[in-house]
Antibody
């Protein structure tokens, strides 16, 4: 069974950094397209970025609002996906989900809450 | 970016009745080379992560009840719940994966009347 468990969220101030982790089981992270999707409190879903599978070249794409501030990576030895978030802004406050998929997304992890507040 | 819109914002349906949700994309998500629409649907119950319901417009994910069906092509799509059950209370999102960035509709909240 495929499972994704995200962690690392917390309360930070604007301008600070945070690294989220997503531990995968039931598959190898390098064999899948892995995505981060966020959801601000009471709002809809927003794609943050993705890393393609190794066989598809491993390229990384980001949404415009986070490009240059967020970095997606993965560690095959730990079967874990990461989201390094720098220069955080109040508007980055959201639950961050990791999810598999090159087009549609599934399954999804439970998510981890990131709160950016002065 | 492709902009996704949904209507209505919310709807209340009696148990056992039909619920219909509309989703529109700002440009066609039909890929001519394979004649497939790059459109997915998700269900998000309160306090839960989203759950994939459907992809390629109308292909149900494993385990999704057959009371859920998807239809449409090009820029206009519909998710239908043929007989609403209590466990279907949720927000439903459409999503296009025709182009990067993948984008979601704003969601439609389904409640029991």
């Amino acid at each position: 069974e495929i499972q994704l468990v995200a962690s690392g969220g917390g309360l930070v101030k604007p301008g600070e950094s945070l690294r989220l982790s997503c531990v995968a089981s039931g598959f190898t992270v390098t064999n899948a397209w892995e995505n981060w999707v966020r959801q601000a409190p009471g709002k809809g879903l927003e794609w943050v970025g993705r890393i393609k599978s190794k066989t598809d070249g491993g390229a990384i794409d980001y949404a415009a609002p986070v490009k240059g501030r967020f970095t997606i990576s993965r560690d095959e030895s730990k079967n874990t996906l990461y989201l390094q978030m720098n220069s955080l802004k109040v508007e980055d406050t959201a639950v961050y989900y990791c999810s598999n998929g090159w087009g549609w997304f599934g399954p999804w992890g439970q998510g981890t809450l990131v709160t950016v507040s002065p | 970016d492709i902009v996704m819109t949904q209507s209505p914002d919310s709807l209340a349906v009696s148990l056992g009745e039909r619920a219909t949700i509309s989703c529109k994309s700002s440009q066609s998500v039909l890929y001519a080379s394979n004649n497939k629409n790059f459109l997915a649907w998700y269900q998000q119950r309160p306090g839960q992560p989203p759950k994939l319901l459907m992809y390629w417009t109308s292909t149900r994910e494993s385990g999704v009840p057959d009371r859920f069906s998807g239809s449409g092509s090009g820029t206009d799509f519909t998710l239908t719940i043929s007989s609403l059950q209590a466990e279907d209370v949720a927000i439903y999102y459409c999503q296009q994966y025709y182009s990067t960035p993948p984008t979601f509709g704003p969601g439609t909240k389904v409640e029991i009347k």
